[in-house]
């Protein structure tokens, strides 16, 4: 199994451009979360899917941040405009669910706004 | 919603010497509460997890304790190794597909 898969790695952008992050969840899991990971905040849950399903996105600082889950196998996080604050690392994470199971991080995406 | 304090945040041992995080939990429902290293630059990865009908859990070098009525949990890691250094999380969560709650960390440094 290839694990979580996002992309890009690394991202630099300058401010007010639009930012697409991509996640690809291990196969057979049903529910995805979108993390950001900042020295001063820690962890911070974004968002979360549960079978496709937007089930909590008030951990979405702004109207600016939208996430989608189209299918099974891909999400996205969208920042649009993207200001210098959101830089920071943003982590895509599976779980089987239903029952309490390890959950998986994907490697990260670090963002860097300009 | 659930709420995960984690202390200290910073700990500096000796090696060889042990090094004890602990972390307390909110809401009584939680019922599993795993343990994440995260290694400078890379992801969290699961190194221990224990769950609400269990009160001790070893793995080698690595014990988590839960105590469900005072709602804290604790990481013990013997013998550390300097490979040892690295962020420890803790976090909690429901049954089902709640997402975890995690702690602030703890910066753990492990001198030669």
């Known amino acids: 199994d290839a694990g979580v898969i996002q992309s890009p790695r690394h991202e630099v952008t300058e401010m007010g451009q639009e930012v697409t992050l991509r996640c690809k969840p291990i196969s057979g899991h049903n529910s995805l979360f979108w993390y950001r990971q900042t020295m001063m905040r820690g962890l911070e849950l974004l968002i979360y899917f549960n079978n496709n399903v937007p089930i909590d996105d008030s951990g979405m600082p702004e109207d600016r941040f939208s996430a989608k889950m189209p299918n099974a196998s891909f999400s996205t996080l969208k920042i649009q405009p993207s200001e210098p604050r959101d830089s920071a690392v943003y982590f895509c994470?599976?779980?089987?669910?239903?029952?309490?199971?390890?959950?998986?991080f994907g490697p990260g995406t670090r963002l860097t706004v300009l | 919603g659930e709420n995960v304090e984690q202390h200290p945040s910073t700990l500096s041992v000796q090696e060889g010497d042990s090094a004890v995080i602990k972390c307390t939990y909110s809401d009584s429902a939680s019922n599993y509460f795993p343990w994440y290293k995260q290694e400078l630059g890379k992801r969290p990865q699961l190194i221990i997890d224990?769950?609400?009908?269990?009160g001790e859990k070893k793995d080698q070098r690595i014990a988590v304790t839960l105590n469900k009525t005072a709602k804290h949990f604790s990481l013990h890691i013997t013998e550390t190794q300097p490979e040892d250094s690295a962020v420890y999380f803790c976090a909690a969560r429901y049954s089902g597909n709640t997402p975890l709650v995690f702690g602030k960390g703890t910066r753990l440094s492990v001198i030669a």
């Open positions: 224990i769950r609400s009908n269990v």
């Open positions: 994470a599976s779980t089987r669910g239903q029952t309490v199971n390890e959950q998986f």
